[in-house]
């Protein structure tokens, strides 16, 4: 199975040490674009203001050559930051099931994903758990971030559609 594109749109906005968008691109694992019209126009937007869960229903938009997006940015502007995406593309937003930071920043509260935790999680989703495993090595916290949220991980990612996911996190 070939690995699904990663891009990250990096708003600069955050602490350079503890970036992890800056940490999987350095080792070639994501495109990083520091303004919205790199982007790809066909793919899955990783939006935490979503109300639509990622499920296995998306896979057919990654199957097509779509790609998986993320935003990196503060918390504090996400709303802002999400408009100036989706007014300029055509990427269909998701939001992530719940799942539990393992990032020093927000360790152990819900949806407070780091970049590479959402873009693993998206991955592991979509059935790309190699991929996924790689971007998660190389940060600090990425093997706490698995054991942390295995148990929901490998439920989601055994999901047949997103409707059984859905009822599955709650």
Not at 40 to 55: A, E, F, H, V, Y
Not at 75 to 84: A, G, L, N
Request: hydrophobic share 40%; aromatic share 4%.
């Amino acid at each position: 199975m070939e690995d699904v594109p990663i891009h990250i749109i990096h708003l600069e906005q955050d602490d350079p040490k503890k970036c992890t968008a800056r940490m999987i691109s350095s080792v070639g694992l994501a495109n990083l674009h520091f303004d919205t019209f790199g982007a790809p126009s066909r793919g899955i937007l990783l939006d935490p203001t979503s109300g639509t869960i990622q499920g296995p229903d998306e896979r057919r938009i990654i199957d097509m050559g779509g790609s998986v997006v993320a935003l990196d940015c503060s918390w504090k502007q996400i709303v802002p930051s999400i408009e100036s995406i989706t007014d300029r593309t055509s990427l269909v937003s998701r939001t992530l099931p719940v799942l539990l930071a393992a990032n020093p920043v927000s360790w152990g509260k819900p949806g407070r994903l780091s970049t590479a935790e959402a873009l693993a999680a998206s991955l592991i989703i979509l059935g790309r758990n190699n991929q996924a495993e790689s971007i998660l090595m190389n940060v600090p916290f990425g093997e706490e971030f698995l054991a942390l949220n295995r148990q929901p991980l490998d439920a989601y990612s055994s999901a047949k559609t997103t409707e059984e996911l859905v009822s599955i996190q709650w």
